[in-house]
């Protein structure tokens, strides 16, 4: 019991990073990023590739990071000029061609099978004190994470952020550089989201090219909106009953409903979909919305 | 020469599906001013719905694909009436966070449903006509004739009928449009029934062409995205156009590259086109701003 507490609290912790970063990029500063999960991928797969031909794993991690936020530059620059909604499928496509070459570069990626074998954080450690140990160590990176992005939603970054997303003219009109900023902001989220990715690699011990599918994104979409887009506490609310549901659908059989697993999975997105369409139809600014001070 | 053109045959008939997909993106987005994620979804209900009667209750195939052209029409003008036009006022953002929502949903009702397993339609495998050494499916020539005889008559009726002046009439300037007396609800509510339909006989096609999966429809968000931008927003032989070029574009890059890597070829020609033409191709006005 106490191991799959840990689990789930290692898993939620990861996510709660993918949801700081997003939130970082559609909550303060209105970009529609709907590739999230390739900066999760690219993440991973760097730092589990990089440590498998020696590197320390803190070195591959950072690694992991960096490259995940180098990889968002380009596509900031191409698209943070255009209308949101280009964006949004441009970002879709980064995604998937991030998936296909996750797939098709066997020399690389080693394909559809994944890689195996990833060094684990604390491998020394046996397995109950190993989860504990990578759990404490998600805390602090969440924690400076948080604290990081709290700052920055305070200094003048994050109130140009904000003037960009609720008038982008006005800003410009103000002197401030808008795609420079956007692109920051997009590149730090997908920095961030790099991190979470290589904790994901260095945790499992294992990546594949099917744990980096749409739905990992929308999944961090529906925490970000749910919890109040533009607050990082509510991401984290958000975050939490995103995991609980997740979690808790598991266990919609015992109610007497005889679904098969597909179904049942079926059904959880369905949930989620209604889910987003509903936060948009009656409460779009989420549970716990930025206070008017910082939003 | 021979591989390339036979290619390029294939791409063209890949092509007139993700325009017929393409399109109702496309006057969506004109009119309505979001891409509706959603919409490539109606393609797969078009589809495993033909599927449901034309399998399952013995339906003949055509009358099969008419109900399921018709309940994709209803599900897409389902849509807009409980969700996007209560959100009309709206930004764009929140518009096309909703349509993530709904395309969710729909994409695994269907595998709520049907579940994600792999299936086809049953249809006869017929001989390929040839002609001067090339070979063409008759499934891919109806295909092609189909969407050409689709794209005839919603020329004819944008440019000459009632309802195309006043959709064109919303579509510039929807208050002046309102002002003037144009029933703006009206034109609106019809254009997402012939979008939707037309996405749903998309689907059905491409079921002809491919197997049946819950992502059938997915797979072509970003081919018909390609094909809107490329052919110039709300421009429908502009879309056609583009589609076409989209479609030979990734056979190509199935041919001679890797078949999985069609998403990147035409993630690239997104990209090109951002880059170098975002009002596209056929597009006068600078809609990409």
């Known amino acids: 019991m106490i191991s799959y507490l840990i689990a789930i609290a290692i898993i939620g912790l990861i996510y709660v990073l993918l949801g700081l970063a997003l939130n970082l990029q559609w ?46 530059w380009p596509l900031g620059r191409l698209t943070v000029t255009l209308k949101e ?7 879709i496509g980064f995604s998937e061609v991030v998936r296909s070459v996750l797939e098709n570069e066997m020399w690389l990626t080693r394909g559809p099978s994944g890689v195996p074998g990833i060094p ?5 450690l046996p397995a109950t004190e190993r989860g504990a140990a990578i759990l404490a160590a998600l805390v602090i990176a969440a924690a400076i994470v948080f604290l990081l992005l709290e700052r920055l939603t305070r200094a003048p970054f994050g109130r140009a952020l904000r003037a960009i997303r609720d008038n982008e003219m006005a800003a410009a009109a103000l002197g401030k550089n808008i795609v420079s900023f956007k692109t920051r902001s997009l590149v730090l989220g997908a920095a961030i989201a790099g991190l979470a990715g290589a904790f994901y690699a260095h945790y499992l011990t294992f990546v594949s090219p099917e744990q980096f599918t749409p739905e990992v994104t929308f999944n961090v979409w529906i925490a970000v909106i749910v919890g109040g887009s533009g607050s990082n506490l509510g991401t984290i609310l958000g975050t939490f009953l995103l995991i609980l549901f997740l979690e808790g659908t598991r266990f919609l059989n015992d109610l007497g409903l005889a679904l098969d697993g597909s179904q049942l999975g079926a059904l959880r997105f369905m949930l989620i979909g209604a889910a987003l369409v509903l936060c948009m139809l009656f409460r779009p600014s989420g549970l716990l919305p930025p206070s008017t001070r910082s939003g | 020469m021979q591989l390339f053109i036979q290619t390029v045959i294939d791409g063209i008939s890949t092509g007139a599906i993700i325009a017929l997909v393409a399109v109702g993106l496309s006057l969506v987005f004109r009119i309505s001013r979001f891409v509706n994620v959603a919409h490539v979804d109606l393609a797969t209900i078009g589809a495993y719905v033909t599927l449901l009667f034309a399998s399952s209750l013995a339906t003949p195939f055509p009358l099969a694909a008419l109900i399921g052209i018709a309940a994709v029409a ?19 953002i929140t518009l096309i966070i909703a349509s993530v929502g709904v395309s969710f949903f729909l994409r695994y ?3 709520f449903i049907w579940s994600s397993n792999q299936q086809a339609f049953d249809l006869p495998l017929l001989r390929a006509y040839r002609f001067a050494g090339f070979r063409i499916s008759p499934y891919d020539l109806m295909i092609i004739l189909a969407t050409l005889a689709v794209f005839a008559a919603l020329h004819i009726t944008l440019r000459y009928t009632a309802f195309g002046r006043s959709l064109r009439a919303v579509s510039d300037n929807p208050s002046l449009a309102r002002v003037a007396g144009v029933a703006s609800e009206r034109v609106v509510s019809l254009m997402w029934l012939i979008g939707a339909g037309l996405a749903g006989l998309g689907g059905i096609l491409l079921g002809i062409k491919a197997v049946l999966t819950p992502y059938l429809g997915w797979q072509l968000l970003l081919p018909a995205f390609a094909a809107v931008i490329l052919g110039g927003v709300g421009s429908v032989t502009g879309t056609l156009a583009g589609a076409l070029i989209i479609g030979i574009v990734g056979e190509l890059a199935a041919i001679y590259w890797l078949p999985t890597y069609r998403v990147a070829a035409v993630f690239a020609m997104i990209v090109l086109v951002l880059l170098i033409r975002p009002q596209g191709l056929f597009g006068a006005k600078a809609v990409a701003k």
């Open chain 1, 85 to 91: 909604d280009y964006l949004a499928i441009t970002a």
């Open chain 2, 74 to 92: 209803a599900t897409g003008f389902g849509a807009y009436k409980l969700v996007y036009r209560r959100l009309r006022s709206e930004r764009a």
């Open chain 2, 109 to 111: 009702l269907v595998t």
């Open chain 1, 120 to 124: 684990s954080l604390f491998a020394g």
């Open chain 1, 27 to 72: 909550g303060q500063t209105g970009l529609i990023n709907f590739g999230h999960v390739a900066s999760f991928a690219i993440g991973a797969y760097t730092s589990g590739l990089l440590s498998l031909t020696g590197l320390p794993i803190p070195l591959a991690m950072a690694a992991g990071a960096l490259l995940a936020g180098l990889a968002a």
